[in-house]
């Protein structure tokens, strides 16, 4: 199946998100984490791996929150609308038929509105809802168990076996939402789900 590599950060000095945006990240107060898988499924293989990363954080976090966090499609990771995460993939090819995929994940835990302050959307902190005193270590353990859970069930399902529990956690579900087609094109409708 591959074989990975963990890294855990205490801080990044050049974060980012998608579309390249800035992803803050102050010393000591979030969870930074990649994992690098090396694995001989092909890209094509790899459709909805972030949807499924994103099931397998949200199951790791809803242990400590109780079922309270949801994903907004594609990355995003809520609690009652408030941003405390998200996920970021990368693969590329190589040679010897192997793709390099490597899972990013940032999770803000401490984080405090004074080193939040540039940011430009509604977000908060694992702490703000969490009952009990909230150990970084812990959550970035539960987290890398069940990443590496899913470097082997997902070699052998697919997104499909994450295809319900992810509709269960769909922030969007239900909701009307707009979208532009790559062509310009303004749609507008009623998030139904998601297809296979």
Known sequence: NGFCYCFIAEEQTSGRGT????WLSPYGKNIYFSLSWK????MNQLDGLSLAVGVEVCNAINIILEDKISMKW?????????KIGGILIETSS?????????IGVGINVFMNKEEGKE???LWASLDKFSKGQLDRNELAGKI??????????????????????FERLNFL????CK?????GLNLKGKVMGIND
């Open 179 to 183: 979208a532009t087609s790559s062509r």
């Open 119 to 121: 940011i430009d959307q």
């Open 74 to 82: 594609p990355n995003d990771l809520l609690v009652k609308g408030e």
């Open 94 to 102: 190589s040679s010897s038929r192997e793709t390099n995929v490597v």
């Open 173 to 176: 579900k239900n909701k009307t």
């Open 39 to 42: 694995t001989n499924l092909a």
């Open 144 to 165: 890398l168990n069940n990443l590496l859970s899913l470097t082997i069930k997902f070699r052998t399902k697919g997104f499909i076996g994450y295809k319900n529990s």
């Open 19 to 22: 579309k390249g945006k800035k």
